[in-house]
Structures are given as C-alpha cells and as structure tokens.
C-alpha cells in the first residue's frame, strides 16, 4: 500500500489541495496530511500503521467512539435491505420521532444530506416564512459553505484567512448581516436599526468553528428575546452541539427554544446525515405542505438513519453526559496545567463533550480574542502531539471533541505528549 506521502502527491494531481475538504490539506498547521487507513473507538491508524488518540473525531459526530459494535451491527443490518430507496422508509419516521423526543422544539423537521444542506435549507424556510431577505450571522460562526454564510465565516475560511469567498454574489452577500459574537450590545443596536428587515439570527450556540467559544452568560436568552420582539426567527446552528453538549443539545443545556434547528453528521453516527426543523407552523411550510420548496434523493437514507438511531440509543444512556463531561473537564484542565509546568501561556475552554485550547494568557469569549492568539505555537504544538501520537485539529480555530470511548488512560497519555511538547518548544 502507498505510503502518506505518495498518496498526497497523487491526490494533489486530481483533487484542489489534494483534498475533498480544506481543512485537511493541513495548510494551516503545515506539512502533510495522514491518510487514515481505520479507526476504532478513540483512535486512528494512518496507513503506515501509525496509531493516533483522536480528538476530531470525524468533526464531531464519533461522539460513542468510532466503529462502535452497536452502530456497526445496525449498519450490517440495513445493508442487507438494499442501500437506497428512494422512498419513504420505516427508519426515517423512527429517526424524526426520536429527534423530536429529544429536542421538543423540533416539533416537525426535514432529513436531509449534511449540516450544510439543513443551514441552507433552514434560511430559505425562514425567508420564506417572514418575507424578508435580510439574516444575520456573527463573525468568525461557520454554518457550512453556502453562499449566503461565506461572510466573515470561520472554520476553514478563517484557517485561510478567506472569510469571504470569491463566487458570491455581492448581491446575495449584502443581505448577510454581521455582528461580533458574545457582542449583546451590538445586536441591540443593529435591532434597534433594522429589527422589522431581518428575517432570521443563525448562530451557533457554542462557537465551534473560531475553536470552542461557549456564549456569555444571558447572550442567548437575550437574542431569543430580541427575535421575539421584531418578529425574526431564531435558528440553532446544532451542527456540532447537538446531541453532544446534552442529550437535547445547547438549547436544553442553556434553556433556550429557537424557532428552528439544524443538526449534522451526529444523527448518522457519522455518516453524511442532516436535519432541520422547528416549529409546526414554520415547517408546514415546506414542500410538498408548503410553498418553501426542498427536496433531496438520499434524504432519509435507511443506511444512515439505521446509524444513526443506534447512535441516539446509545447516549441516552444514564450518566452519558456527565462522564463525557468528566473526561472533557480532565483533559482541558490537564492541559493548563501542564502548560503552567512549561511557563507556557495557554488557555482551555470546555463545554460538555467540546473543548478548545488558544495559546494565550487570556480568557477567550470572541472572535477578536481567538485570532490574536499564538497561532504559530500551536502550529509547532500540533506537529509536536502528532508525532507524539495524538492529534488535535489541524487549525487554531477548530473546536476539538472527546468521545464516550476515550479512557482516562488515553487522557494521560494526552497530557504526557503534551508534556514533552511543550517542553520541547
């Protein structure tokens, strides 16, 4: 089998970056990239055998670890079945059944293919519901690459310090609002404004694609306020919190009802799923009830919702969060303190299953403070935990993500090639 290298060099031939997604391509940590070969529970292998502790876990969703024995065996059962239908299947009724059990606010809801289709698709029902053009989003938030979200976005765009993206309209751009996130004051004075033109407020209830910014204690109640107020909908980026920062994602955690909802990969156990959905009246405004049309072949797949449901099984376990929560809490505090063993200046975020290191000496709540951090020590720190078995996202603005199936063993031995990274420098 080729090795990392030759393999890149023969993907550089035939794929932009010689990957299907940027972050990948390693450009802004350095380098090349590993080619995972397999993964089992909280680890990869790279096809030159190399083992990795893995904290990206698929960008989120191996949130039981991956190739979980349950997931697998409810895979191999649908497989039997046939891959694709093309028709309504009796998994799909179960999957928006148990979404909207765990989330009440989903009061009816739409399967569709990945995060950024349920993004999309979420704006156009909220334009086409309140009769306005106008959303707004907050610098640095990342709700995948549709045209309307490529301003000021984070995740890859703020890795390569693209925020905007060439081949959007301008004209589409200008109905893009954009506001500081964790900024209530600014919010208030653009309502104050604008409030009656704005159709919706899409935002990701914890920051996960500037690395992991939880929200300032009332900022969420107060936006829920605020739409309420002018008559604009209220949409939870889920993406990447659903389902992982609590059972019934950030709006259970902080006690907050939007309006609408998407959620990504994470109700696939991994595989290319997406949802959104909201309040009945909202929804039945979707094709074929409603006007707002969307549609898609492969929504629904019964491989991925038969994934899925048995992922969602899983976490409701008793006591899942909160020892998702414990391992979290463990490797974040590890971290600083290990830095402070090394008179480095580093500091954690954690919420739940998510967490975020900034080489700084501050407390991170913006955007505007994750950017001025040290972005090439960590650029240094990744490569030096890479070659120490462990790897972290390969971006300083990328949150990362422990799984059910990380030991407090693999922890330790985070924390010691941590060690000696740092030392190191």
Known sequence: ???NHELFQRALTLMPGGVNSPVRAF????????FTQRADGPYLWDVEGRRYIDYVGSWGPMIVGHNHPRVRAAVERAVRNGLS???PCPAEVEMAETVARLVPSMQMLRMVNSGTEATMAAIRVARGFTGREKILKFE???HGHGDAFLVKAGSGALTFGVPTSPGVPKALADLTLTLP????SAAQELFARA?????AVIVEPIAGNMNCIPPRAGYLQALRELCTRHGTLLIFDEVMTGFRVARGGAQELYGVVPDLSTFGKIIGGGMPVGAYGGRREIMQQVAPSGPIYQAGTLSGNPIAMAAGLAMLELIQAPGFHAELERKTQLLADGLRAVAIEAGVALTTNAVCGMFGLFFTDQKVETFAQATRSDVAAFNRFFHAMLAGGVYFAPSAFEAGFVSAAHTDRDIADTLDAARAALRSR
């Not at 450009?27 to 590993?34: T, W």
């Not at 996130?181 to 209530?184: F, G, H, P, S």
Request: hydrophobic letters at 30%.
């Open 1 to 3: 089998m080729s090795g």
């Open 27 to 34: 450009k802004s940590v350095g380098g090349e990239p590993f």
């Open 85 to 87: 239908f093309g028709t």
């Open 140 to 142: 640095g938030c990342y």
């Open 181 to 184: 996130y964790n900024d209530l």
């Open 195 to 199: 409030g009656a033109e704005i159709a």
